[in-house]
């Protein structure tokens, strides 16, 4: 098969560069259309974990020998490294973690708590992963802040005619999705951005679906914070972090306590680093990050307007052919607008027992709520089948998906 | 195929066709579960009387297994003592958990849902309407008391 869209892409021999495509689940080909949930990773990325163990592992910053050395080097490395795929002024504005759901629950702990009061306002959306919700619940119930939700239209577009109404002298925090994670939506966040600013308020921006997918610039988009999960865009799991713009990453108080953090302990009191290191105790997640880097490498190597060109049209293909054979598709239908999670319901079949007989086919999609159970309600549905794209995607691979979902018809027929 | 020692033509039969899934107005105990894995949602209802269940009923939403399950305890448990209900409820658990081998005639339908053992995601479907009766009929045993 050829390359698709612009032709810069070439998913048939990306796919090569990924071992786990060896595998034949079912004696069938593996077709994984499953990487919102997590990537695969590409050799290159499980050869720079492997050379970090078994060439530089040290534990960082304590020891002055030269492995130490190295490893605190290549760390430092990784950090600068991802904040230049971001667009971040500098590398201190980068805090390492394990990735979006730890990021938000530091946003939400160090700010959150720190700055809001009874009266203030947290204004999420409906389109909302947990991890973008729960930890602003707990900040809501320790400070009194209230929690308000922008709602959806039809196709699954946050709803801003009164935004007005909504982003207020009141509101603190705007947390939202850059990505949906479901149904693929895309909020205008430089316009949320603009207005969270204008009432003095910070915009976190959940990036888990978006920084893998597109081409992301935090100071064009004038965030406050962005997270990123590494796992999700070929790394290591437990790989990535949260950007901070670093005068708001100052003023914050540190999440985790513990060794490294630290500038000095009393019995009654300690005095911390600045960020980063203020936000990273205990011992790193040295390899991943290293691992990360060579994520990036490769996605820059194939570009990230060719990766999202490339997700664009199998996007298009996917949701042409879905609803050809009459499934449902939630959200926009538009692919130009939406990133590449297509959400389906189909002949009324469960998705847990598509997804069943999809698996029998070699198929991997996910079935569930998706951690969306808000956004679940607003479509009306307990679930949803979803299929979702990267780089080493073709449309062969749409392909045997449309042809599977016949033989889950044929399985369960029309009830 | 695999897939149809899951997908067992009685459990499909269950789920295209259920039994006794309907409202039970004036149930005596009414308890109502979901499963948040797959959004699965079960409800049970049950006219009690002199120790028995006396009728049975059920609504819900959710995957085949879980409804296919749920249509089978309503005709399982129906005419049974409170007793003999818990009992069974028991035994379906042990079967799901490897460790009952079931018995035909006490399991009727139910014995065709033993191929979910081998999908430990799909336990929790298969189980979800017996946990529901399993709490409904405790329920029913402390109003009793009471």
């Known amino acids: ?415 | 195929m695999a897939l149809d020692e899951l997908y067992k033509e009685v459990i499909l039969d269950h789920y295209k066709t259920p039994r006794n899934k309907r409202g039970l107005p004036g149930a005596e105990v009414s308890c109502k579960k979901n499963n948040p894995l797959c959004g699965d949602e079960i409800t049970i209802r049950a006219h009690l009387s002199d120790g028995r269940v006396q009728e049975i009923a059920f609504e819900g939403q959710g995957c085949s297994i879980s409804q296919a399950s749920a249509s089978m305890l309503t005709e399982a448990v129906d005419g049974k003592s409170v007793t003999e209900a818990a009992a069974l409820a028991e035994k379906f658990r042990g079967m799901m958990e490897g460790k009952v081998e079931p018995e035909e005639d006490v399991f009727g339908d139910l014995v065709a849902l033993r191929g979910v053992v081998k999908y430990p995601v799909r336990i929790k479907c298969a189980v979800l309407a017996w946990d529901v009766l399993q709490e409904a009929l405790a329920g029913a045993t402390t109003s009793a008391r009471h």
């Open chain 1, 1 to 415: 098969m050829t390359a698709i869209g612009g032709g810069m892409l070439d998913a048939e021999r990306i796919r090569k560069d990924f071992p786990i495509f060896e595998r034949t689940p079912h004696g069938k080909r593996l077709v994984y259309l499953d990487s919102a949930n997590t990537s695969q990773k590409p050799r290159q990325v499980i050869d720079a974990v492997t050379d970090f163990y078994e060439r530089h592992n040290a534990n960082l910053y304590r020891a002055v020998y030269e492995l130490a050395e190295e490893a605190t080097a290549r760390f430092e490395e990784a950090r600068a490294r991802l904040a230049r795929f971001i667009g971040a002024p500098d590398p201190s504005c980068l805090v390492f973690n394990r990735g979006t759901t730890e990021s938000v629950n530091l946003v939400a702990h160090g700010y959150g708590r720190k700055f809001l009061r009874e009266g203030d306002e947290i204004l999420l959306s409906d389109l909302e992963h947990h991890s973008n919700v729960v930890p602003w619940q707990f900040c809501a119930q320790a400070t009194g802040a209230k929690l308000r939700f922008i709602s959806l239209d039809e196709e699954g577009r946050l709803d801003l005619a009164n935004l007005d109404g909504l982003i207020t002298e009141r509101t603190k925090v705007v947390a939202v999705t850059g990505q949906s994670n479901v149904i693929g939506t895309m909020p205008p966040i430089r316009r949320l951005a603009d207005a969270a600013h204008a009432v003095g308020a910070v915009i976190v921006v959940d990036g888990a679906q978006l920084v893998p997918h597109n081409r992301v610039d935090v100071v064009e988009l004038d965030i406050d914070f962005l997270t990123i999960s590494g796992h999700k865009m070929l790394g290591p799991t437990a790989s990535g972090g949260l950007y901070g713009k670093r005068e708001v990453l100052d003023r914050m108080d540190p999440f985790l306590g513990g060794g490294e953090m630290i500038m000095e302990v009393h019995r009654d009191h300690s005095t911390f680093k600045d960020p980063p290191h203020r936000f990273e105790a205990g011992t790193m997640n040295i390899a991943q990050e290293i691992g990360l880097v060579a994520a990036i490498d490769y996605l820059e190597d194939i570009g990230m307007d060719s990766v999202r060109a490339h997700e664009k049209d199998l996007t298009r293909y996917a949701i042409d052919r879905l609803l050809d054979v009459g499934a449902t598709v939630f959200g926009s239908h538009d692919a130009e607008s939406r990133g590449g999670a297509v959400s389906f319901w189909f002949r009324d079949i469960h998705p847990h027992d598509m997804a069943q007989v999809l698996d029998q086919e070699g198929v991997c999609v996910r079935p569930g709520h998706h951690c969306a159970q808000i956004l679940m309600r607003c479509l009306g549905v307990p679930a949803t089948t979803r299929a979702s794209f990267y780089v080493y995607n073709t449309q062969e691979d749409v392909d045997a998906l449309i042809e599977a979902l016949g033989k889950v018809e044929a399985f369960f027929g029309s009830r």
